[in-house]
T-cell receptor, first 116, second 114 residues
């Protein structure tokens, strides 16, 4: 079974530039998550999709971050314009179930963003 | 609101020694609890989880954890550390029901000394 794919793996941009990250979840997983992991911290949920609808985006800085999941499969996370504090690893995860004893999130390798 | 506290951002053990990584949680209802491991430049991998049933759960790579409701704890243990266990470990909590989000702790970096 193929895992969660993310690209690019690394990205360096200057502040005020824009950047986009792509995620392809595990086939059949209806729920997709984007997390921000700042160095030395645990992952923080930015947005959660159920199919192509947003379930939770309460911690997404909507003035600069946007995300979409067209057709309920792939997803793109965009930052425009980027700030220095956006330097972090952006993790995508997916899950088959939303809530059951078999609940599990599967994570991609992440995209390391450096804003200079 | 739910939260997770991991005591010790860095833990060092000798190879072959007991590994003990501490996790305490706060939740208004009996939660789901998870331990994830993250190797450098990789995503998170599930080690083990507690949802319902037996409070002692066994995971991959010889790790286990025990859910103690009275102590609101879910500590991770392994009897004998291997060099390959060196990584960062995250405890996480989720409320059952609906689209409840997963909240992660700040992580504990485990160093294994030969």
């Amino acid at each position: 079974e193929a895992g969660v794919a993310q690209s690019p793996r690394y990205k360096i941009i200057e502040k005020r530039q824009s950047v986009a990250f792509w995620c392809n979840p595990i086939s059949g997983h209806a729920t997709l998550y984007w997390y921000q992991q700042i160095l030395g911290q645990g992952p923080k949920l930015l947005i959660q999709f159920q199919n192509n609808g947003v379930v939770d985006d309460s911690q997404l800085p909507k003035d600069r971050f946007s995300a979409e999941r067209l057709k309920g499969v792939d997803s793109t996370l965009k930052i425009q314009p980027a700030k220095l504090e956006d330097s972090a690893v952006y993790l995508c995860a997916s899950s088959l179930d939303v809530d059951s004893s078999s609940y599990e999130q599967y994570f991609g390798p992440g995209t390391r963003l450096t804003v200079t | 609101a739910q939260s997770v506290t991991q005591l010790g951002s860095h833990v060092s053990v000798s190879e072959g020694a007991l590994v003990l990584l501490r996790c305490n949680y706060s939740s208004s209802v009996p939660p789901y609890l998870f331990w994830y491991v993250q190797y450098p430049n990789q995503g998170l991998q599930l080690l083990l989880k507690y949802t319902t049933g037996a409070t002692l759960v066994k995971g991959i790579n010889g790790f286990e954890a025990e859910f103690k409701k009275s102590e609101t704890s879910f500590h991770l243990t392994k009897p004998s550390a291997h060099m390959s266990d060196a990584a960062e470990y995250f405890c996480a909590v989720k409320k059952p029901g609906g689209y409840q989000k997963v909240t992660f702790g700040t992580g504990t970096k485990l160093q294994v000394i030969p």
